[in-house]
């Protein structure tokens, strides 16, 4: 069984409800034990800024901050495209703490020779 689990996420709050089932998939590989990051693309970039991750998605559904702050606490990574980061001129600096940028090879060192489950939203 793997113990990493990779979340490429290419979408932002352009599209909540995306958004908000790749950190509930997150969370749910967290409460098992596995580690887990998130490899942000696009305008997903942005969910690292402070403040950002905050939506709910549809009615019945959690708040983003709730779950992504569950996301946090638990242990959750968020590496960041750093040619999307780029794109945004988005500071790293203001990252959120569990943030940081890295493109693929980052990726892939994180995961290791053992590889892990992949999931994308």
């Known amino acids: 069984m793997a113990d990493k689990v ?22 749910a590989a967290l409460d098992r034990g596995r580690e887990v990051a998130m490899f942000l693309t696009k305008e997903a970039v942005r969910l690292a800024v402070p403040g950002h991750a905050v939506a709910v998605a549809c009615e019945g559904c959690p708040p983003l901050e709730r779950i992504f702050e569950q996301f946090t606490q638990n242990g959750g990574e968020l590496i960041a495209c750093p040619f999307c980061v780029n794109a945004r001129r988005i500071d790293p600096d203001d990252f959120v703490p569990n943030a940081r940028v890295g493109g693929a090879t980052p990726m892939f060192d994180w995961l290791g020779d053992e590889g892990g489950q992949v999931f994308s939203y």
């Open 6 to 27: 990779l979340i490429n996420l290419a979408t932002g709050l352009e599209d909540p409800e995306r958004v908000t089932v790749a950190f509930l998939v997150a969370g």
